[in-house]
């Protein structure tokens, strides 16, 4: 997105690539179309009001491009981005026009990250939010147990948060992200990237106990995780956390590595976290936008998939619910198969009868791998000599001669 701001009278002969004046109007509605007008919070108000200058921009107006930059400033004094275009604004009505920024005093990579967070939000609201209502992640194949998931889209800068419905995910917020200084794809301590894959957050830490580098508080998540550690990813300390109390928003990419809400989006998403059912949070590269039709369809294959492997177990046919595994990559390498098949092997010759009850506590596909997904579940057990219940967790992934095979089961 680039924004020429104009002195007035100057010509508009290129006014055919901005938005129309009512514009403004419908844009800020689809911003706000998601949120019920009861719920909307501080964070929600900053964006529109932000957008709402740049739409004024946009459309050639700086009289009321000053007069909204100028409330936004009052109201939110920390706002970089307001001090940024207002002084852009008053420049532009007294010269020739510039650029976002092309005269301001800032070093280059601060203005490049208040430049970028203007894009980030800008394209959110011109090229995501129309479709909201019709389309979700396909990473949510089945929340199951879940009240809430978080997924972020960090290449687009945005963190959704939806709740468990009645048949669908469902959308309660969005908000701006940042991310790592080095964006994402995390390998080893210290890269300053974010991780892409499936976790969970298990813990609260209150603002006021740690720097204020940390904002209002922070939630940390459990990375590295099963597939990260087979991977040999090092590092720690992946927090979702709030901004330091000089800012209102961070750059998209200025974090050692966490995923990084502003303190008022902080505080709103902290109602939706649940610690001891550990919500789970997708941090994705990027995310795939499917149809509903869409959704269902996936959700049955996988559930499919699922079906297939519980009835071979309980058939007591070995050979082929050992099929299900892969030799090669069974728990992340192949030296620990053999062993296992068989004593898997010698339990079933045992066994008279085996009945299988999988109550799904998540279904995700998981990001930045291909065709690769994670069920949780609690296993509910019962044979002819033993009966049991165990939280599992497998790693499902299709090979090279397009079967699904597990990869991963403890």
């Not at 900053?46 to 009289?63: F, M, S, W």
């Not at 177990?313 to 892969?326: F, G, I, K, R, V």
Request: charged share 25%; glycine share 6%.
């Amino acid at each position: 997105m680039m924004m020429a701001l104009r002195q007035p009278g100057s010509t508009r002969a290129d006014q055919s690539r901005f938005l129309p004046v009512m514009a403004l109007a419908t844009a800020l509605l689809l911003l706000l179309g998601s949120i019920n007008a009861s719920a909307q919070n501080s964070g929600v108000a900053y964006e529109a009001e932000v957008l709402a200058i740049v739409t004024a921009i946009q459309n050639g107006d700086l009289e009321q491009a000053l007069q909204l930059a100028e409330q936004h400033v009052e109201a939110v004094p920390k706002s970089r981005i307001g001090h940024l275009l207002k002084a852009d604004i008053l420049l532009a009505m007294s010269s020739v026009p510039v650029d976002i920024g092309a005269r301001s005093d800032l070093p280059s990579e601060a203005l490049h990250g208040l430049k970028q967070q203007i894009k980030n939000r800008w394209r959110h609201l011109k090229e995501t939010s129309a479709m909201l209502d019709n389309k979700v992640p396909a990473s949510l194949l089945d929340i199951g147990k879940h009240k809430h998931v978080i997924v972020t889209d960090m290449e687009a800068g945005r963190l959704y948060l939806y709740r468990n419905g009645e048949k669908y995910p469902e959308l309660v917020r969005d908000y701006y992200l940042s991310v790592g200084s080095q964006g994402f794809g995390k390998e080893l301590e210290g890269d300053n990237k974010t991780p892409v894959g499936v976790y969970s957050i298990y813990k609260h830490i209150e603002g006021k106990e740690l720097p204020d580098l940390y904002g209002k508080g922070a939630y940390p998540v459990n990375y590295p995780n099963r597939f990260d550690r087979s991977r040999k990813r090092t590092g720690y300390g992946i927090w979702l956390h709030g901004t330091p109390s000089n800012t209102y928003a961070r750059a998209p990419w200025a974090s050692e590595g966490c995923f990084v809400l502003s303190n008022d989006d902080l505080l709103d998403i902290e109602q939706f976290i649940d610690v001891d059912e550990r919500t789970p949070v997708i941090l994705a590269d990027s995310i795939e936008w499917i149809s509903l039709a869409e959704l269902d369809t996936r959700r049955k294959q996988f559930m499919s998939i699922l079906s297939s492997w519980k009835q071979d177990w309980e058939s007591l046919n070995t050979n082929a619910y050992l099929d299900h595994y892969s030799q090669e990559q069974f728990n992340f390498s192949g030296k620990g198969f053999r062993p296992w098949a068989s004593r898997k092997q010698q339990i079933n010759r045992s066994k008279t009868f085996v009945q299988i009850d999988l109550d799904i506590e998540s279904l995700f596909l998981y990001p930045g791998e291909e065709d690769m997904f994670i069920v949780q579940y609690k296993q509910r057990y019962l044979s002819n000599n033993y009966a049991g219940e165990t939280n599992k967790e497998q790693y499902w992934q299709r090979n090279k001669r397009g079967r699904w095979k597990i990869i991963y089961e403890g």
